[in-house]
């Protein structure tokens, strides 16, 4: 995650409960954006691309994958270069969307209802 998300490149400084949500909201993020590139071929993913992620060998051995490398941690290719602002709004109805339907989760809507937000 700390590859994908900066906010896990250091310790988190929030209580436990916020911290839940934090690392629930990034796994919903990160399985999302992956869902949706599922049509791209792996050779050509900028999120996640074929060798990014550690594989097992069928003899058992774990290569790892170029997560690991200080490279996969710069985040370079994953910026924000050429959205305008129509691009920008689209995207924002894009994740409201999955995350108001689909994507919900049970305490996203807890939540909402003890702070009595609507």
Same mark, same amino acid.
């Given at each position: 995650?700390? =590859?994908? +998300? !900066?906010?896990? !490149?250091?310790?988190?400084? =929030?209580?436990?409960?916020? =911290?839940? +949500?934090?690392?629930?909201?990034?796994?919903?993020?990160?399985? +999302?954006?992956?869902?949706?590139? #599922?049509? @791209?071929?792996? $050779?050509?993913?900028?999120?996640?691309?074929?060798? +990014? @992620?550690?594989?097992?060998?069928?003899? &058992?051995?774990?290569?790892? %994958?170029?997560? !690991?490398? #200080?490279?996969?941690?710069?985040?370079?290719?994953?910026? !924000?270069? &050429?959205?305008?602002?129509? /691009?920008?709004?689209?995207?924002?109805?894009?994740? /409201?969307?999955?995350? $108001?339907?689909? %994507?919900?989760?049970?305490? /996203?809507?807890?939540?909402?209802?003890?702070? %009595?937000?609507?």
């Amino acid at each position: 995650m700390a =590859s994908r +998300f !900066r906010i896990f !490149r250091k310790p988190l400084v =929030s209580s436990l409960e916020t =911290s839940t +949500f934090t690392i629930a909201a990034a796994v919903c993020l990160h399985n +999302f954006i992956k869902s949706a590139k #599922e049509e @791209v071929p792996s $050779c050509e993913r900028k999120y996640c691309p074929l060798d +990014f @992620v550690d594989k097992m060998s069928p003899d &058992g051995y774990i290569n790892d %994958g170029r997560w !690991r490398t #200080e490279e996969a941690l710069a985040i370079n290719r994953l910026n !924000r270069t &050429g959205i305008n602002s129509r /691009q920008a709004e689209e995207t924002k109805r894009t994740l /409201q969307n999955y995350f $108001c339907h689909e %994507g919900a989760t049970a305490w /996203q809507d807890a939540h909402i209802a003890k702070n %009595g937000k609507k």
